[in-house]
């Protein structure tokens, strides 16, 4: 009987292999809202603009690493939601990190919790990294069990836990969540996405 042995090449192809699917995949092709479902954004050359409504994933997803490109207008308002189950609010059936023009002279009144990259309604996130309104902006929100942070534009502004969060608000359903749809939430404003991608990360990860 002939036993397989893998040679050296064959090794390295596997790992090779192995390491090529660890690579982000893209949510939004640039061409159509397929893989999205629940609101009517529009998508023009190569950008998913924002026409209202809660756009959401039509897969759910657990732990992430996940990274987008947005421009918002004077004012802009919109939110990712993370472990939106499909129903109700992103805010309060999941979660909201915030997706705002924060300096705008509108918003001079806002929370701490409110301002762009917060976990909205429960802990705020460093201020001065947005970009001037009319630039493009680059975040990264990566979610591993009850570990979220947000990266922006190559500065970390959101680290917060979950847990600790929903020990001070036990009766917020969202925030005992650990899997759902990632959601655009639409507020109306003509807020502006591409080069959105996701890598998917184990199940359990360690300190999760």
Known sequence: M?????TLVTLAFIFSHAAATDEPVLLFNGKD???????????????????GGNLRTVKSYTNYVLEFEFLLPPGGNNGLGIHYPGKGTPSGTGMELQILDTEHPKYKKIKEYQVHGALYGFQGAKRGFLKPTGEW?????????????????????LDVNLEEQARKKPKHK???????????CGHGDPVRFKNIRILELPERTEGS
Request: include cysteine; charge should be positive; glycine fraction near 12%.
């Open 2 to 6: 002939h036993i397989f042995t893998p």
């Open 33 to 51: 809202l397929s893989g999205w479902t629940g609101a009517n954004y529009e998508v023009k050359q190569g950008e998913m603009i924002c026409r």
């Open 137 to 157: 902006n680059r975040q990264k929100v990566t979610v591993k069990g009850p570990h979220v942070t947000v990266d922006l534009n190559g500065t970390r502004i």
């Open 174 to 184: 969202g925030i005992h969540r650990r899997s759902g749809f990632i959601c655009l």
